[in-house]
């Protein structure tokens, strides 16, 4: 998982709020998801259908042992091989193995978050193998050599023509600034790709315990090309993307496609339950299943836990006003948006992801658009106090807190401040407003307006108000309403 | 023990540890959603899944007899120049022996019979086993999906339920197929066909004369 530093996160935060073009595609792409949202709230009963999202993902997760093992043996039972990932490496290094053992030398690929999260592609393209996106805005991105922008629709953020010149740079002739054309150019592209593949990954939208079933969720239909046409198929799929059975797919199936893509339902939901079996004239003859843990089990039994709830139908992006400013590639790893900001640090770590907890106005729509009901702003702020606990930040950051915990317990000392306040900001105030500060409200500054400030602290105007109405305080009685 | 046997005791002993639990089964059941869809009779069935197919651009027909489809299919590949037809040999019939081709990837149209059709989403389910290959549905541009009018059932749960109900000797592949194949990835613009089929014909056979597969039919996938 890449690491994304102050300086990287500062960097594409400016990058996006400079952007004219940028800000309206990600506003234009949020409010036509908000269309959708409402239409499925209409149509069927939202509530009722969420509690059974949570109620279906939190047994899962909470039963997890359980179920992976189940899922593991039944994939087996159907002919598949499984392999158990504790890190990001140990999954690199099998699929890697995997791959040599086949001498393969092209690799096309579904749509996957989990192989963006384990950097799958650098290392197979680091020995010498070529790997081909095949969902259409993943192909994109890669041409752009670029990080995913949003988790369901990775390139969003790709105006036409830009993407008319990376797909004519592909083809080596000038294609027409159409999408139809270009699509169509994506299509006899990847076929070929996909007929002369020696191997086919995917992730798992959700594995079925009791059947052993990998249940891919697509439009493109570029997850049944990748399962269907190379002779190895290699699932790489995170350990909590299971569900018991079939029936407990069907909130989850009412809720995705709506969240995610705006439908009543996808294109395609494909169930594959094993290698082609005896007599079937296509499919893979080899199913390779990688469950990779790589930071989840250290969330389980934690305060955390409900992250893993997550069915990845991006809803949370579409409503989030920190991601509608500062887009996807800010977050600096695979899952961008609310999901990412809580999620990433949990698996990678705090203290390689210090500001993805503060990319939040904690304003909690996300929490109330989650499909599987996960508290994503209450963990933001849990994030944030956990952060402090283990002593995160700088030490201007860790003297200014403990310089404000000791003021504002001492009246004095805070009217003192108060006052300096007063003095110091005077000069720098022009028109009701501080445009601009030195040092650390300069960071403040460099992107708003702070406001004056006020002539009278609420303090001393509440001190100097009417005697009348400072009848009965302190004694304890009924307070006199106005 | 094997290296890979050692690798999955100590990944799960992992996630029990951190779970606090004993090895077994779950304490508590599966949670099982309460029954929310409507109830269709099959008249308002039917209509509600050809309304959801004409939504999705899929060219429905409602025929009295397999053998319309059949004179159908073969009145669109005159006019379309069809040269050849990518099925498995079981749904072929002879009066067109002469295009019928078992390998999808050059053909130009792919016709596969669905095991049940959802209503509420204008879904097709296909199970992909022996003769009945993935790509039929998938390799050529255009597709032709027939289902008998009994098998289409209300609610994409009750197709869940089916598949639950078959068991655990689940065919290697089963497809639902909702419309055509689309993406809106370039500039939020819908455009169909972009992997599998742009266009995409149901036949919908109204005196269930398709022959009956050996699995028990929609009738045996309501709720209990």
């Known amino acids: 998982m890449s690491r994304a530093t102050r300086a990287a996160f500062d960097e594409q935060v400016g990058r996006a709020l400079g952007d004219a073009t940028l800000q309206e595609v990600i506003r234009d792409g949020q409010d036509f998801m908000q269309v959708f949202h409402e239409q499925a709230r209409g149509e069927l009963d939202w509530p009722a259908l969420l509690d059974q999202v949570e109620a279906v ?66 290392a197979l393209e680091a020995a010498g193998i070529e790997v081909v996106e095949t969902d259409l805005g993943e192909v994109i991105i890669q041409l752009a050599h670029e990080k995913p922008f949003h988790i369901v629709a990775p390139a969003i953020h790709k105006s036409l023509e830009q993407i008319r010149v990376l797909l004519s740079a592909a083809a080596g002739e000038e294609l027409p600034a159409d999408p139809a054309a270009l699509t169509a150019f994506a299509r006899r592209f990847l076929r070929e790709k996909f007929f002369a593949a020696d191997i086919g990954i995917s992730g798992c939208n959700f594995g079925v315990a009791s059947t052993g079933s990998v249940v891919l969720v697509t439009n493109e239909g570029n997850g049944r090309m990748t399962t269907t046409l190379p002779k190895t198929h290699v699932v790489v799929m995170g350990m909590e993307r299971l569900v018991p059975d079939f029936e407990s797919l069907e909130p989850i199936l009412a809720v995705l496609p709506w969240m995610g893509g705006g439908t009543r339902m996808t294109s395609y939901v494909t169930a594959i ?73 949990l698996l990678d770590g705090f203290q390689h992801h210090p500001e993805l907890p503060y990319a939040s106005s904690l304003c909690g729509a996300c929490s109330e658009i989650c499909s599987a009901r996960i508290p994503l702003a209450d963990y933001l702020l849990e994030l944030r106090a956990d952060m402090v606990r283990l002593g995160s930040g700088s030490g201007a950051w860790q003297f200014g807190f403990r310089g404000f915990a ?23 105030t022009a028109g009701g407003a501080i445009r601009w500060a030195p040092g650390l409200p300069g960071l403040w500054t460099r992107t708003r307006d702070l406001p004056a400030v006020a002539r009278q602290s609420f303090r001393r105007l509440w001190r100097r108000r009417p005697s009348d109405a400072r009848d009965g305080e302190g004694t304890g009685g009924t307070r006199r309403l106005p | 023990m094997g290296r890979g046997r050692v690798e999955r005791a100590a990944f799960l002993e992992t996630l ?18 309460p029954a929310t869809q409507r109830t269709l009779d099959d008249q308002e069935r039917l209509a509600l899944f050809v309304a959801r197919l ?60 669905a095991e049940l059709a959802v209503a509420e989403t204008g879904t097709l389910l296909l199970t992909n086993h022996g003769p009945f290959r993935r790509g039929h549905s998938l390799l050529p541009p255009s597709i032709g999906l027939v ?20 068991g655990p000797e689940l065919p290697a592949c089963l497809s639902f197929i909702t419309g055509p ?9 819908q ?27 929609p009738a045996d996938a309501g709720r209990a």
Not at chain 1, 295 to 312: P, T
Not at chain 2, 153 to 162: N, S
Request: aromatic share 6%.
């Open chain 1, 57 to 122: 993902r939190s047994h899962t997760v909470e039963n997890l042992d359980y179920y992976v093992d189940q899922f593991a043996a039944n994939v087996e039972k159907r002919g598949g091989v499984v392999y158990f990932a504790a890190t990001a490496q140990e999954a690199r290094a099998h699929v890697l193995a995997l791959a040599r053992q086949r001498s393969a030398k092209l690799i096309v690929k579904a749509k996957s978050l989990l192989t963006e999260e384990i950097g799958l592609n650098a």
């Open chain 1, 273 to 345: 339950s094993g290698p082609r079996q005896a007599g079937d004239e296509d499919g893979p003859e080899e199913l390779h299943v990688v469950i990779v843990d790589n930071g989840r089990s250290a969330i389980l039994g934690g305060k955390y836990q409900k992250i893993l709830n997550c069915i990845r139908c991006g809803a949370c992006l579409d409503v989030c006003p920190v991601y509608r400013k500062i887009g996807g590639h800010a977050y600096g790893a695979a899952y961008s948006g609310p999901i990412g900001a809580v999620l990433t640090p």
């Open chain 1, 406 to 428: 000791e003021t504002a317990v001492r009246p004095r000392v805070w009217d003192a401040a108060e006052r300096l306040a007063g003095v110091v900001a005077r000069p720098l």
């Open chain 2, 16 to 33: 029990r540890r951190q779970l606090h639990r004993a090895p077994g089964p779950p304490a508590s059941p599966v949670p099982r959603s």
């Open chain 2, 54 to 113: 004409q939504a999705l651009g899929v060219m429905a027909s409602v025929v009295p007899a397999l053998e319309d489809a059949q004179a159908a299919i073969e009145r669109l590949a005159l006019d379309r120049g069809w040269l050849s037809i990518s099925c498995a040999a079981p749904l072929r019939w002879p009066a067109i022996a002469d295009r019928w081709k078992a390998d999808p990837r050059e053909a130009p149209f792919g016709l596969a019979e």
């Open chain 2, 147 to 166: 289902v008998p009018r009994a098998r289409i059932v209300t609610g994409f749960g009750d197709a869940l339920r089916w598949i639950a109900a078959q």
């Open chain 2, 181 to 189: 194949s689309n993406t809106a990835d370039i500039a939020s613009v």
């Open chain 2, 191 to 217: 455009v169909v066909g972009v992997h599998g089929p742009g266009e995409v014909f149901v036949w919908v056979v109204a005196n269930d004369e398709v022959e009956e597969s050996s699995t028990d039919g």
